[in-house]
């Protein structure tokens, strides 16, 4: 499985955060417009992507704690040709857990992809992702992401520990199946 670090804040300042994330990165943001579908398992978390603008949908399970500040996840993508179907099929079988919709904004910093996401329902917020490589080292990739917090300025009170699913559907966040 890849891995990557974690980390997750409220973004009470999201154009502040847009214009610290563009100085910091190398390109223009990618821009998207998102669905996330899913649906409970007995472990970790799966969802099928699918996005508005014509990018490929695809299908990603993924395991990592639900506490705050940076985390390891570890996690499995495929590509789905027909998102349609696969979410009849999924739907029909499992549980569909809730749907998350959002507009994110992707800048890349090294290996470091930092989320403006606007979440429906939810509001404005910031995620890391500390891409790993096989022999990188966890906590590196977890100083990496405080720092570009901090560089961001980005606080430890604003720091979100669960999946934007969790927090919509709250009642469920309790349940073994995550």
């Known amino acids: 499985m890849a891995r990557n670090i974690e980390i997750k804040a409220r973004a009470h300042q999201f154009e502040q955060l847009r214009e610290r994330a563009a100085a910091l990165a190398t390109d223009a943001p990618l821009v998207f417009r998102q669905q996330d579908f899913f649906y409970d398992v007995p472990t970790g978390r799966l969802k099928l992507r699918?996005?508005?603008?014509?990018?490929?949908?695809?299908?990603?399970?993924?395991?990592?704690?639900?506490?705050?500040?940076?985390?390891?996840?570890?996690?499995?993508?495929?590509?789905?040709?027909?998102?349609?179907?696969?979410?009849?099929?999924?739907?029909?079988?499992?549980?569909?857990?809730?749907?998350?919709?959002?507009?994110?904004?992707?800048?890349?910093?090294?290996?470091?992809?930092?989320?403006?996401?606007?979440?429906?329902?939810?509001?404005?917020?910031?995620?890391l992702e500390v891409v790993l490589g096989q022999d990188d080292d966890e906590a590196g990739g977890e100083r990496e992401a405080h720092d570009m917090f901090a560089r961001l300025g980005v606080g430890e009170a604003d720091l979100v520990p669960l999946a934007y699913v969790d927090l919509l559907n709250p009642a469920q966040e309790a349940s073994p199946a995550r």
């Open 50 to 127: 699918q996005f508005d603008d014509g990018t490929p949908s695809e299908l990603i399970f993924y395991q990592r704690d639900d506490r705050d500040g940076p985390k390891v996840s570890y996690y499995s993508r495929s590509p789905v040709t027909n998102p349609e179907a696969m979410h009849a099929l999924l739907a029909q079988a499992l549980t569909t857990r809730g749907i998350v919709s959002k507009e994110r904004h992707v800048y890349l910093v090294g290996r470091t992809r930092i989320h403006l996401d606007r979440v429906d329902g939810l509001g404005d917020f910031i995620e």
